[in-house]
Structures are given as structure tokens and as C-alpha cells.
């Protein structure tokens, strides 16, 4: 990473308004830069409540997101707000008149905001906008409101990632109604009538209703009516949702590709190849009785390469080459926990070749996972201490 770039990381992760900006410019970017500030705000593992808003146009999804920002911001919270308009070619801070009379607001030191069109991301909205949300979170802000009007698919994607998705209607939307109901209905957690100062907006819920068969909550964003009982709410539905993250958070861990097995008819004929023309060194020969074969681990960069060589014709490697001709034999994925990685791929109902773990080459705490359940690819899981 440059020297420059370094430094927007360290005062964007310390707070500083325009390094964040910065960042987030660089990460919509792409390019070499952008994926170092990504990675670095990746390896901060902080994680955002992240709230989607989207609706048709005009439905009033700014000035909401508005009043739920403030709203937060005034719950001490540090609000994050990523506004998606794909029609418009801008891209940056406040563009919109609403935004820059927000941050005229006592809760301005709580709440950014960023605004994303079609021209500052490079990689595409989505991409663009997931990393958005990465510096975000790794710079302290919880929740994230994503807004973006739920017209087009590219829109849906974006906001499909958010942990709990609030669209957004109105009263007398008519038609509109069976475009929400088609397009973003899916995808909604929480449904809200917004400008219940207007008539009609009971008519508009209660229609609403009567498809969800739930409560739909009447607001105004104009007026701030209904405002902190729908900040509670969303705040309960994504309850359940943040259970799900965070019991995610806790499951399996594939560190690193630990070795790629290749079978092959004659380990000292084969390490020729590997030693004289690749320049890789042997690490040890071994053999596994239990697994019918002879290893010779040859270490490549950070993970290493196992070559396999049968010794009895009724082992694995042997009906492998036997079947197949010398090759890529398996690949094998180190986990911190073998036991629970084993758990909860039964739970998930993967196919398993070892139901509890034996040990492989090396000491190695080793188990198998079948190619039926992986797409034809013979997967191993390996513990080291
Ligand atoms: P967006 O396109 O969905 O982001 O909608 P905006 O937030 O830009 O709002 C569209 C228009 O509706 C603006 O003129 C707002 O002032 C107005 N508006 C937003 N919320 C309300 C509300 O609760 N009541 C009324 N009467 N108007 C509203």
C-alpha cells in the first residue's frame, strides 16, 4: 500500500470525515489500492447492522431515511447512510439539498452519508456498494442505511445483502402497488406506509395487510409522526436476523488451502519435476499405512503440495490413478476446529466420508468430505496444531 493511501486508512479508522470519503473513493475505484483499503478494513472484522430502504420513487425514502438517521444519531448511534441513485452519474458526499440540510443538524458528527451513482463506481453499484459498507463498519458506524429506489433487478441485488429490508409505499399508489407487490415484495422484511398525513394512507395499509397478514405501520416522514416506534421495530425484526449473523459468525473457519493431493505412480520420478524444474524443495517423505499410501509434502508458498503414492492396490490413490491417471487427487482445507467443522456440515447435510476425524500425514487431524456433495471434487479437511 502507498505511503498516502496507509494514511487514510489509520485517520479513517481514527474518524476523520474526509479520509473515510477518501477510502471509500478508493474502494469504488477498484484497482490495487482500493483492494488494499478494503482488506485492511476487512481485517478490522467489525460488523454493521445493515438496514435497506428502498420503494418507488418519490415515496418519500430520503426524507425517511432522514428522520431515521437522525433519529439514531440522537441514540448516540454512529449512522452510516449510503444513498444508491443508478440515474444519477454523481458520486460523493452531499449532493442532495435534504443531505446537506441534515448535516446542518446537531447529530452531524453522528451521521455520514454518501451518495453513489453510476459514474464513481467502476466495478458496478453492487460491488461499489459492499464496499462502501465495509469501510463503514470497519470506521465505527452501526447501523448502515442502504437507500435505493426499488425499481430495477441491480437494485434489488444491492440491497438483497442488508440484514433487514424496509420498503417503502404510499397512499394512493394504485397501480404502483402491484409493482411493489411483484418486484420487491420478496425481499421486504418490513413493510411501512409512508405520508400518513395524506388521505388514504389507512386505505393503503390495510390493503397491504391484507396480503402480509401483518401489521403495517403508518409514518410521516415529512412531519416525523411514527418515527422512533418504527426505529424500535426494525430494530426488533433485525433481531432475529443479527442471531442468524452471529451465530454465523462462530461457525467454521477455512484458514487457508492447506495442501493439494496428486496422485501419482512414482513419487521419485515425479520430484524431478517439482525440485529441478520448479525449484521447490521436499519437506519429508512418509508413509500413512492406515491410508495405503506414501506422501512427500513439498511446501509452495503459504500452503504446500502432497504428492501421493500408493502402496497396496486396494487404496484410495491406487483405484484414484487407476480410474483417473495420474492427477489432482484432493484438496484439503485447514479449519481451526475439525470437530465442529465436521458438526456442522452434518448439519448441513453434506455427505461425509469420515464421520470423525483420523490422522493423516504430518499428525494432521484429517477427515473427507464426498465429491457429491462438493461438485466432483474430493475435499479434505485438515487440523494442525
Ligand atoms: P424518494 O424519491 O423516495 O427519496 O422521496 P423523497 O424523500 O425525495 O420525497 C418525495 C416527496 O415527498 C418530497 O416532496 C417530500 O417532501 C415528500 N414527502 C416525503 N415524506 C412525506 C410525508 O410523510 N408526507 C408528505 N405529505 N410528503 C412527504
Aim: proline share 4%.
Amino acid at each position: 500500500m502507498s505511503p498516502d493511501t496507509d494514511d487514510w486508512v489509520k485517520r479513517a479508522l481514527a474518524g476523520d470525515r474526509r479520509s473515510i470519503s477518501r477510502c471509500v473513493t478508493l474502494v469504488e475505484n477498484g484497482g490495487p489500492e482500493g483492494r488494499n483499503v478494503l482488506r485492511e478494513m476487512r481485517a478490522k472484522g467489525k460488523t454493521a447492522l445493515k438496514i435497506g430502504i428502498t420503494g418507488p420513487p418519490g415515496s418519500g425514502k430520503s426524507t425517511l431515511v432522514n428522520r431515521l438517521a437522525t433519529s439514531l444519531a440522537e441514540q448516540h448511534k454512529q449512522v452510516g447512510i449510503i444513498a444508491i441513485d443508478p440515474s444519477s452519474p454523481f458520486t460523493g458526499g452531499a449532493i442532495l439539498g435534504d443531505r446537506v440540510r441534515m448535516d446542518a443538524s446537531p447529530q452531524e458528527n453522528n451521521i455520514f452519508f454518501r451518495s453513489m451513482g453510476s459514474r464513481g463506481a467502476v466495478g458496478g453499484l453492487s460491488d461499489a456498494c459492499a464496499g462502501a459498507v465495509f469501510v463503514l463498519e470497519a470506521c465505527g458506524f452501526d447501523p448502515i442505511l442502504i437507500e435505493t429506489v426499488g425499481v430495477g433487478q441491480a437494485e434489488i441485488e444491492i440491497i438483497r445483502h442488508s440484514d433487514i429490508v424496509v420498503v417503502v409505499a404510499v397512499p394512493g399508489l394504485g397501480d404502483d402497488i402491484q409493482t411493489i407487490k411483484a418486484g420487491i415484495m420478496e425481499i421486504g422484511d418490513l413493510f411501512v406506509v409512508n405520508k400518513c398525513d395524506l388521505p388514504g394512507a389507512d386505505r393503503a395499509a390495510h390493503e397491504l395487510e391484507s396480503t402480509l397478514h401483518e401489521k403495517v405501520p403508518l409514518v410521516s416522514a415529512a412531519e416525523g409522526t411514527g418515527i422512533e416506534e418504527l426505529v424500535s421495530l426494525i430494530y426488533e425484526k433485525a433481531g432475529d436476523t443479527r442471531k442468524r449473523i452471529e451465530k454465523g459468525a462462530d461457525s467454521m473457519e477455512c484458514k487457508k488451502i492447506d495442501h493439494i493431493g496428486i496422485a501419482v505412480n512414482s513419487i521419485e520420478e515425479r520430484l524431478k519435476f517439482y525440485e529441478e524444474i520448479l525449484g521447490l524443495h521436499l519437506e519429508g517423505v512418509e508413509t500413512v499405512e492406515a491410508q495405503k499410501v506414501k506422501t512427500a509434502f513439498i511446501p509452495c508458498g503459504d500452503s504446500e503440495l502432497e504428492l501421493l503414492e500408493s502402496t497396496a492396490d486396494d487404496g484410495a490413490v491406487a483405484r484414484f490413478i487407476e480410474k483417473n491417471g495420474e492427477g489432482i487427487q484432493h484438496i484439503a482445507l485447514q479449519v481451526d476446529d475439525i470437530e465442529q467443522a465436521l458438526e456442522e456440515l452434518r448439519e448441513k447435510g453434506v455427505r461425509l466420508i469420515d464421520e470423525t476425524p483420523r490422522i493423516g500425514a504430518g499428525g494432521a487431524r484429517i477427515a473427507f468430505v464426498h465429491p457429491k456433495s462438493t461438485g466432483g471434487v474430493l475435499l479434505e479437511l485438515c487440523e494442525r496444531d
